[in-house]
């Protein structure tokens, strides 16, 4: 850890970075309520022996919203504690002692290849596996979507991988800023909307 310069604090103190960590929160705590709607759901189903009920969609359905609120709350969190600052300076160290510094470029460009590639394939397998939700809740696909999308276009912009590829993308971007808001916004308030739907 000898010359990290990241230290646990507030990362992003302008009023959008506020405003972009109130919204994930707000929308992780609409997804857990939503879960915590349909586990009562289950549990009365459950009882009742209703066969109106399909408890194992209901089921599938509670895992998906619990999943896309605790995705929602650590994206909130990194926003604020700037993680992938901590990550490039240990990255960075691991180089320096290991003699490959100077091919940090290369490397960097392939971990964000990787990393993008990565988040495409789990968002695809995670539609396809669950398509019966998305199919209900389709604005929420929307939602995920858009967030891959800003976390895809933000790697780029790591330690001037964004200058070597000529996908240089600026922080004050206002329309990165509406891609990660719209995401936020559409999977809180498909979940806002469906339960008091209930």
């Known amino acids: 850890m000898e010359g990290i310069i990241w230290r646990p604090g507030i990362g992003d103190p302008t009023i959008i970075g506020w405003i ?9 705590f609409l997804c857990a ?12 189903a459950d009882t009742q022996k209703s066969e109106m009920l399909n408890t194992q969609a209901l089921n599938d359905e509670r895992l998906v919203w619990s ?10 969190l ?12 240990c990255g960075r160290n691991f180089a320096v002692s290991e003699g490959w510094f100077s091919e940090r470029r290369k490397i960097q460009a392939v971990f964000v290849i ?3 590639s990565l988040g495409v394939l789990i968002l695809i397998i995670g539609v396809w596996k669950q398509r019966r939700f998305f199919r209900k809740h389709p604005p929420t ?3 995920v979507s858009l967030l891959v999308l800003y976390i895809s276009l933000r ?3 790591i330690d001037h991988v964004g200058q070597a590829s000529g996908v240089a993308i600026p922080d004050e971007a206002w329309w990165l800023t509406g891609i990660e808001w719209g995401g936020i916004a559409c999977t809180g308030m498909t979940a806002e909307r469906r339960v008091n739907r209930k």
């Open 20 to 28: 972009t960590t109130v919204g994930y929160a707000i929308s992780a």
């Open 33 to 44: 309520r939503k879960a915590r709607v349909l586990k009562t759901d289950i549990l009365t």
């Open 67 to 76: 999943g896309l609120a605790t995705v929602l709350f650590c994206l909130g």
């Open 78 to 89: 990194n926003k604020q504690l700037d993680l992938q600052t901590l990550m490039i300076e």
């Open 114 to 116: 990787f990393a993008i």
């Open 141 to 143: 696909l929307i939602g």
């Open 155 to 157: 790697l780029t912009a």
